[in-house]
């Protein structure tokens, strides 16, 4: 995959898990929680991979 590509895959995953976390807040309950944690292990999973390319 190219550079490019992988740029813009991980802007879109960032917007993506970025909008999980904002909408979860939004919903009590347990079903906002679970969206929430999905939209951060998905930012955490960026980060890392980053901080792995980076090393």
């Known amino acids: 995959m190219s550079t ?3 740029g813009i ?6 917007i993506a898990f970025m909008t999980m976390v ?3 807040q939004r919903s009590i ?3 906002g929680l679970s969206v929430m944690m999905v ?3 998905g ?3 960026q980060l ?8």
């Open 43 to 45: 930012l955490l999973a």
């Open 39 to 41: 939209g951060l292990i």
């Open 29 to 31: 309950g347990y079903a």
């Open 4 to 6: 490019v590509a992988k």
């Open 9 to 14: 895959l991980n802007v879109v995953l960032f």
């Open 48 to 55: 890392w991979a980053y901080n792995r390319h980076y090393r």
């Open 22 to 24: 904002i909408l979860g």
